[in-house]
């Protein structure tokens, strides 16, 4: 029978619009193990809450972590959260994750389930810092330019860290971020989260799978990225058009934030991985030599949480 690790362990929580992925991560930055839920399928925070207490004893119990108590927990959850309250304050694609006026927040009742703290934070901040840490593991040197994370999922978040800190990103009311912003009314999109023109109407999990099925693709990314590759000329303009969306947009970054390290990551490109590419031929030159690969894949906001929880 193999013994406990002996390495310090945290768990992370990375809470996403289609999957919720919980993990314990060790002090090297390496997944010890992990499980998940479709949370699609959940429509109060009492269920989530209970899996969620399901999947920590779950993974404890694949880590051989006899006593949890002593380990770190760290949610990531898309929106827009007040980190001092602990209260999620808006999440567009999770709405039963927002803070209801008469109750405990999610992060108190998964505290009081689970019997310890729990650090709660944005998933784009978590998929930032995991990136960034296996970023600086590699021997790269903190530099003035920043590493700003932009991650493509059921939606679409970033996250800017400079010297080792997390930098704040501009954002109008309770919408998406001014910089991820990237069309003009009158034409552009209605988005969910109230305003127009968001790239998450263009570049999403979601917004993807219904172009690829307009276009006749009838297993959506899959099928989309196969006929691409294989220089079909309508698959490769329409992946054009869409990597025109989020060029303009890691352009716009560059400038602002005085061109930094940019990586891309998120589940779209595990799909449709042909859109990095095509971003990458229309950016300038000095923003293509800063434009990298996430590392982590779908483990970037687990491993990012954890790091954060111990942190």
């Not at 959506?220 to 992946?239: C, F």
Request: glycine content about 10%; hydrophobic content about 40%.
């Amino acid at each position: 029978m193999k013994s406990p690790p002996t390495q310090p362990l945290s768990i992370g929580i990375d809470v996403g619009g289609t999957h919720t992925r919980v993990g314990v991560v060790s002090a090297d930055q390496s997944v010890v193990t992990s499980r998940h839920l479709r949370t699609r399928r959940l429509q109060a925070q009492s269920d989530f809450v209970e899996q969620l207490a399901i999947l920590i004893q779950g993974v404890c119990h694949d880590a051989r972590i006899a006593d949890k108590s002593c380990t770190p927990i760290g949610l990531a959850v898309p929106g827009i959260i007040d980190r001092e309250s602990g209260v999620v304050v808006r999440s567009v694609n999770l709405p039963f994750l927002e803070q209801p006026s008469s109750e405990e927040s999610v992060v108190r009742k998964l505290s009081r389930r689970v019997g310890q703290p729990v650090t709660l934070m944005t998933d784009a901040d978590a998929a930032a810092w995991g990136e960034y840490k296996i970023w600086r593991k590699d021997g790269q040197r903190e530099d003035e330019r920043g590493f700003l994370h932009l991650r493509l999922g059921t939606g679409v978040a970033c996250s800017l860290i400079a010297q080792g800190q997390f930098q704040p990103l501009p954002r109008t009311g309770g919408g998406h971020l001014d910089d991820l912003v990237v069309n003009s009314p009158p034409d552009a999109l209605l988005c969910a989260c109230g305003q127009r023109g968001c790239l998450e109407n263009y570049v999403s999990g979601p917004a993807l799978q219904c172009h690829a099925e307009a276009l006749g693709y009838t297993n959506g990314l899959t099928d989309w990225e196969k006929a691409s590759a294989h220089g079909d000329p309508t698959a490769i303009a329409s992946l054009d058009r869409v990597a025109t969306f989020l060029s303009r947009v890691i352009e716009n970054l560059q400038r602002r934030y005085q061109n930094p390290i940019v990586v891309l990551g998120g589940g779209v490109f595990s799909g449709l991985p042909g859109l990095f590419s095509a971003c990458k031929k229309q950016l300038l030159e000095s923003a293509e030599s800063s434009l990298m690969f996430a590392r982590l894949g779908d483990l970037a906001g687990v491993v990012g949480a954890a790091l954060l929880a111990k942190h």
